[in-house]
C-alpha cells in the first residue's frame, strides 16, 4: 500500500469544500485503478489534511496524473491560501479493523 498526504491551507472554511470533494472528487477517485482509499481531516477552520492511499506507487503516480490537473485543479487550487505541502510513500505498517 501506498499513501499521498496533502496538507492544504484554504482561503475559505474546509466546511464549504468538503461537500465537493465527497460527492463529486471522491467518485473520480474511486474510479481509478490501485485506489483503495480517501480521507479529509478537518485540522482547523480553513486546514485540512488528504490521506489518499493507493495499492502501489505506481497507482499513486497515475492517479495524480489524471485527478491532479483536472479535478483537483479546477476545484481545490483556486482555493488554496498557500502552497500544499505533500508527502508520499509505502505504508510499512498498518492494522486492520477486526
Known amino acids: 500500500m ?5 496538507h492544504l491551507h484554504f482561503n475559505k472554511p474546509v466546511d ?14 474511486a474510479g481509478l485503478p490501485g485506489f483503495r ?3 479529509l481531516v478537518k485540522s482547523a ?3 485540512a489534511i488528504v490521506i489518499l492511499l493507493w495499492e ?12 491532479g490537473p ?5 476545484n481545490i487550487i483556486p482555493y488554496l491560501a498557500s502552497e500544499q505541502q ?13
Request: without cysteine.
Open 2 to 6: 501506498f499513501a499521498v498526504v496533502n
Open 70 to 74: 483536472t479535478w483537483f485543479n479546477d
Open 37 to 39: 482509499d480517501f480521507y
Open 16 to 29: 464549504e469544500i468538503r461537500e465537493s470533494i465527497m460527492n463529486e472528487g471522491v467518485p473520480i477517485l
Open 45 to 47: 477552520e480553513d486546514r
Open 86 to 98: 505533500r508527502s508520499v510513500g509505502p505504508v510499512i505498517v498498518a492494522s486492520e479493523p477486526k
Open 56 to 67: 502501489d506507487g505506481p497507482s499513486a503516480v497515475s492517479g495524480s496524473k489524471v485527478f
